[in-house]
């Protein structure tokens, strides 16, 4: 017993130790000044890009919908006259 109460007095002992070095300050540093860079850059969230790769799903469903009922009025312009009336003279 009394050498779990020696390992814990000297892991909390360590822990102080290391929560109070020069280190932890760097790391603390480093984040900040990186929060700082990524804050200036134009990122966008997952979520975000995530929400603007379904709308383009979207999209370009809607596209070749569209397309596709392009080209069936385009062919029934272009399908030739009924043969109810008479063709005109050239």
């Known amino acids: ?30 984040k900040a000044m990186m929060a700082a860079t990524f804050s200036r850059m134009d990122l966008v969230t997952r979520e975000e890009f995530d929400i603007q790769q379904e709308v383009l799903a979207q999209t370009r469903a809607q596209l ?7 080209l069936v009025l385009e062919a029934q312009n272009t399908a030739p006259a009924s043969t109810d009336a008479p063709a005109e003279p050239l």
């Open 1 to 30: 017993m009394l050498s779990q109460k020696l390992f814990d007095e000297i892991s909390n002992k360590i822990s102080e130790t290391i929560a109070a070095s020069p280190a932890k300050d760097l790391e603390k540093n480093v």
């Open 64 to 70: 070749t919908e569209l397309e596709r009922r392009l």
